[in-house]
């Protein structure tokens, strides 16, 4: 399956069979951390991917632990996917990061709040139908693939139904912090998955980047669809809508666009394949 990872991504086998996973293919299982090596495990893995590979720019403190580390993370649920068989050892081989509007408001916003103008969404929001923000996704080069996603997805359906959310947001990234590399690939965007007013965050101005630059006539739209990250493409497939404006992150390098997705959207397209299958087996 590739070459284990190195250490910091290892979680004793024993703290990991104290809790039980949300669902398991094989030798991997998705699961929500519930110890703080878990999560700093996550943390080194998403500092690899982050830092290591892409090319954002940790902080000292960062360098110091090699874990992409912030203040969100005492405040965030952590969903990993654990692979049980690395060298014999268990390692989280990806992970998202999860924060609830309940818990968001109690402590000090959502993260994309950084970037984007929410008051929208937040004002058309129900206690019985939050908000959930997806934020800090990676996955190992050796297991991005359909069955690490999948096992992803099916952890976040389990999440969906036990907290009745609403809608799911976040910000997902387009590589390079140089807007006019993307051109094609926002003002696609903009043209075909805007997302209606009452749910379009809106950058804010002192990074806004203008997503609809070239008129739908020029854009080969294939070419444009293709270009856009996996990740993009996969939120995209479950119902996806863009925010306005694109948001130059420069520690990340990248030119981040904000998603919201309906869950309504989400179940009515793949019930068969994630919602009911929230069981360890």
Same mark, same amino acid.
């Given at each position: 399956?590739?070459?284990?990872?190195? @250490?910091?991504? /290892?979680?004793?086998?024993?703290?990991?069979?104290?809790?039980?996973?949300?669902?398991?293919?094989?030798? #991997?299982? =998705?699961?929500?951390? =519930?110890?703080?090596?878990?999560?700093?495990?996550?943390?080194?893995?998403?500092?690899?991917?982050?830092?290591?590979?892409?090319?954002?720019?940790?902080?000292?403190?960062?360098?110091?632990?090699? @874990?992409? &580390?912030?203040?969100?993370? /005492?405040?965030?649920?952590? #969903?990993?996917?654990?692979?049980?068989?690395?060298?014999?050892?268990?390692?989280?081989?990806?992970?998202?990061?999860?924060?609830?509007?309940?818990?968001?408001?109690?402590?000090?916003?959502?993260?994309?709040?950084?970037?984007?103008?929410?008051?929208?969404?937040?004002?058309?929001?129900?206690?019985?139908?939050?908000?959930?923000?997806?934020?800090?996704?990676? =996955?190992?080069? /050796?297991? @991005?693939?359909?069955?690490?996603?999948?096992?992803?997805?099916?952890? &976040?359906?389990?999440?969906?139904?036990? +907290?009745?959310?609403?809608?799911?947001?976040?910000?997902?990234?387009?590589?390079?912090?140089? !807007?006019?590399?993307?051109?094609?690939?926002?003002? %696609?965007? %903009? +043209?075909?998955?805007?997302?209606?007013?009452?749910?379009?965050?809106?950058?804010?101005?002192?990074?806004?980047?203008?997503?609809?630059?070239?008129?739908?006539?020029?854009?080969?739209?294939?070419?444009?669809?293709?270009?856009?990250? !996996?990740? &993009?493409?996969?939120?995209?497939?479950?119902?996806?809508?863009?925010?306005?404006?694109?948001?130059?992150?420069?520690?990340?390098? *990248?030119?981040?666009?904000?998603?919201?997705? !309906?869950?309504?959207?989400? *179940?009515?397209?793949?019930?068969?394949?994630?919602?009911? /299958?929230?069981?360890?087996?």
């Amino acid at each position: 399956m590739g070459l284990p990872l190195s @250490r910091p991504t /290892a979680v004793p086998s024993a703290l990991l069979a104290q809790a039980p996973a949300i669902h398991r293919v094989g030798q #991997l299982d =998705v699961r929500l951390a =519930v110890s703080e090596a878990e999560i700093a495990a996550a943390q080194a893995l998403r500092y690899q991917i982050f830092y290591d590979e892409m090319g954002a720019t940790p902080t000292p403190r960062m360098v110091a632990v090699r @874990r992409d &580390i912030d203040d969100y993370d /005492a405040i965030c649920d952590h #969903l990993l996917v654990v692979d049980h068989d690395v060298g014999g050892a268990s390692q989280v081989v990806g992970t998202y990061r999860l924060l609830r509007q309940d818990v968001a408001t109690a402590h000090r916003g959502f993260y994309s709040a950084n970037e984007y103008d929410l008051s929208p969404l937040i004002a058309q929001s129900r206690p019985d139908s939050q908000l959930l923000e997806l934020g800090r996704s990676c =996955v190992a080069p /050796a297991w @991005r693939n359909n069955t690490t996603i999948t096992l992803l997805w099916r952890g &976040i359906a389990s999440y969906l139904q036990q +907290h009745r959310i609403g809608h799911m947001l976040g910000c997902a990234s387009l590589p390079g912090a140089n !807007p006019l590399l993307h051109a094609a690939e926002l003002s %696609w965007l %903009w +043209h075909n998955h805007l997302a209606p007013p009452e749910l379009r965050a809106r950058a804010w101005p002192d990074n806004h980047v203008a997503m609809n630059t070239l008129d739908i006539a020029s854009i080969d739209g294939r070419a444009a669809a293709r270009a856009l990250p !996996p990740l &993009i493409k996969g939120y995209l497939r479950v119902g996806a809508m863009v925010g306005d404006g694109g948001y130059v992150d420069r520690q990340f390098n *990248t030119v981040d666009v904000f998603v919201v997705m !309906p869950v309504e959207r989400i *179940t009515s397209r793949y019930a068969g394949r994630f919602v009911g /299958a929230n069981d360890a087996d």
